[in-house]
């Protein structure tokens, strides 16, 4: 017990001094065409993207947040945020995706609306 608390302790002290700090997994971020409001369930999401790094609900409806964030000492703090709100039979009724990753934001700033019915892709 007392040498895995060294341990953290000296991952905690690396991460101060190298200035940076990753809350949350990464997660497929390009494509969101497979995620159909109506359609997509609760399983595709999960088998797709994993569990929720948060779960809540919005007016009486269930909420999944998927985040990742990397905070840096010395550099430019860079987030995504995908939350996914639920219908009550357990279909995806909407989701919002934000990011501050600049390679993403080109991306997405290109990117036509998606289009439904595309395949789901395979995690990560």
């Not at 501050?100 to 595309?118: D, V």
Request: aromatic share 14%.
């Amino acid at each position: 017990m007392r040498v895995q608390r060294h341990i953290i302790w000296m991952a905690a002290c690396c991460s101060v001094l190298c200035g940076c700090i990753t809350i949350g997994r990464d997660f497929i971020s390009n494509d969101f065409s497979w995620i159909v409001p109506n359609k997509t369930t609760r399983k595709e999401v999960r088998t797709v993207l994993g569990e929720p790094f948060r779960a809540g609900v919005d007016s009486g409806l269930m909420t999944w947040s998927y985040g990742y964030y990397r905070y840096t000492l010395f550099g430019e703090t860079k987030t995504k945020d995908l939350v996914i709100y639920f219908n009550k039979d357990g279909t995806v009724r909407s989701y919002t995706f934000n990011t501050s990753f600049p390679e993403e934001k080109k991306k997405w700033e290109r990117k036509p609306a998606p289009h439904q019915g595309t395949a789901m892709p395979t995690q990560q």
